[in-house]
């Protein structure tokens, strides 16, 4: 019996970092291509605040993306402020990961300025300047490293640090 709950829990882990694995690389194309962004909603629709903070935090950020596409300004804006408000309880939930820090950072730094949703920037950008070096998770550290490096918010001196 402690064998089989053992096995239970070994897949249902390993099975959500592939399903991490898949949804870091589509959030990547997301910002850019409508359809990658509809898919990556459709699969992270059923993830809720009970779900991981970091699978909270992309749900969060492909709504605020998905807003970009949404038809008429009220639909825009409630997908902005559900993506907006998913992401800000992943960060009190997990303030440590680096991940949810740096999913935070790619949303307010491509925010249009009257949506007034930049306050974190310099905290988050300094949360992963100084813990980048402590990030075990190889996926995670190539996440973030592939956005630090894209981001118009590091300098050139900062990127080298990754």
Known sequence: MKFLFIITVFISIFGTELKLAEIREAYVNASENEEVTMKLSNKLSSVTKN?????????????????????GKNNKKE???????????????????????????????????????????????????DHFKDTSSKG???????????????SASEKELF
């Not at 779900?51 to 909270?56: A, G, I, Q, R, Y």
């Not at 995670?140 to 590091?154: D, N, P």
């Open 51 to 71: 779900d991981t903070p970091v699978l909270v935090a992309y749900k969060g950020a492909v709504l605020t993306i998905k807003a970009k596409y949404a038809k």
């Open 140 to 154: 995670e550290k190539v996440f973030v490293r592939s956005y630090v490096l894209q981001s118009e918010g590091f």
């Open 79 to 129: 997908l902005f402020k559900e993506g907006a408000e998913l992401l800000e309880y992943a960060v009190k939930t997990s303030p440590n990961n680096i991940e949810i820090r740096t999913l935070r950072l790619s949303i307010q730094e491509n925010t249009p300025k009257f949506l007034k949703y930049h306050k974190n920037i310099m905290i988050d950008k300094q949360f992963i300047l």
